[in-house]
């Protein structure tokens, strides 16, 4: 018999900061989480997805609508200002930092959305299983952590291997949007996705222009404030044979 695993077998993309939040974000877990909190079976780890959990969109929105996914959705300003902007699609927002997810349903909850849900878990487990394949219109990865240091890449969300991660959650024609201040980190990324076999680029020239629906956040904001340029990448899900 195999001894069971107790441990994930790659590093994760995130470092959990301490579970704590302030009194408000306490108080605004215990009121909205009932609305916006989609909770998952865990796995091996408080951030894992059991391997046979199913996410099912028509069950949990009540409608058939087109599917935006933010992966490390932070404070929660895009998603926020999509799903408000946009009644007509489904958003979903996938973070593992709970104070964050806090604020997400405060600001959520004050701009009238409801068409949003939020998984706290780590983002590659839900595009890998928890998803149904092609649930996703489009997927957000906006200023991925970098992990600069040398030692430390191996961490990075967007390493090879991850087109296919990406690309089994996307629907035919669903559009993969990233952002990164992090020159380095945005060359690893077009090179992992240009090398996907599912992915085919969806901009001209070097890099993507701008993407609309990007609101200016904190991070972006310490990159441009530190001579940064910022850098937008879209992908496109090429037909499955
Ligand atoms: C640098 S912040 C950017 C937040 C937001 N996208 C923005 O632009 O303001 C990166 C976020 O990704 C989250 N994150 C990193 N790895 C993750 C993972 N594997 N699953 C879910 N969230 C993750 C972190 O907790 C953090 O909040």
Known sequence: MPEPRT?????????RRSGRMSDGQERAWAALSPLYVHD?????????????????PVAVYGREAPL????????????VHAASTRPDADFLAVEVFRAGLARTMLDADRAGARNLRLIEANAPEVLETLLPEGAADELWIFFSDPWHKNRHTKRRMVRPGFGATAGRALRDGG????????EDYARQMRQVLDDAPELERAFDGDWAPRFDGRVMTAFERKGVERGRDIRDLAYRRVARG
């Open 40 to 56: 998952v079976p865990r796995g091996l780890a408080a951030t894992s997805v059991h391997p046979d959990a199913r996410f099912d």
């Open 175 to 182: 559009v993969l949007r990233l952002a990164t201040d992090w």
């Open 68 to 79: 935006v996914v933010e992966i490390g959705s932070g404070q929660g300003h895009a998603i």
């Open 7 to 15: 441990f994930r077998d790659h590093p994760v993309s995130f470092v």
